[in-house]
């Protein structure tokens, strides 16, 4: 596939069509976020993002089947800039190692950050070990 295609998907599959979480929570998605979450940076100190992921876009159709299962493991996420939990941020961990981050801007409503498997064990301990969403 090109990736003028990909993006087609994307477009239809998510920023087109209404996106519910298993409990309910409507997740917003636009065209712009294709790019922060299917390319990679070439030098991470930079997060120049110049990079697509076939990795990443192996799995196109996975955010919204992880957004969808209700046996996910559901985390609080990290905000890096406040270097701090926030508990408006709410990471889907499935598949052992794949998460959906989004965060929850009102009731029953949130927008998609990202998504990606985590392939560095420490990043992936840290996820686990982190406060549950909801408690």
């Known amino acids: ?10 477009r239809i599959e998510y920023c087109e069509c209404l996106i519910k979480t298993f409990d309910d929570i ?3 998605f ?16 930079a997060k120049d993002k110049s990079l697509v992921s076939l990795n990443r876009l192996e799995k196109i159709y996975w955010i919204k089947d992880a957004l969808q299962d209700p046996d996910a493991i559901l985390k609080v996420g990290w905000d890096s800039k406040t270097k701090s939990y926030d508990d408006k941020r709410r990471v889907t961990l ?22 990606y498997e985590v392939n560095n064990d420490d990043n992936l301990k840290k996820i686990i070990d982190g406060p549950d969403f909801g408690t």
Do not use: P
Not at 34 to 42: P, Q, T
Not at 94 to 110: L, P
């Open 94 to 115: 499935v598949k052992g190692n794949y998460i959906v981050v989004i965060v929850i801007f009102a009731s029953k409503k949130a927008r998609f950050i990202t998504a």
């Open 30 to 45: 636009f065209a712009s976020m294709f790019d922060h979450c299917f390319f990679e940076s070439a030098n991470r100190q």
């Open 1 to 10: 596939m090109t990736e003028e295609e990909l993006r087609e998907i994307w």
């Open 26 to 28: 409507v997740v917003q």
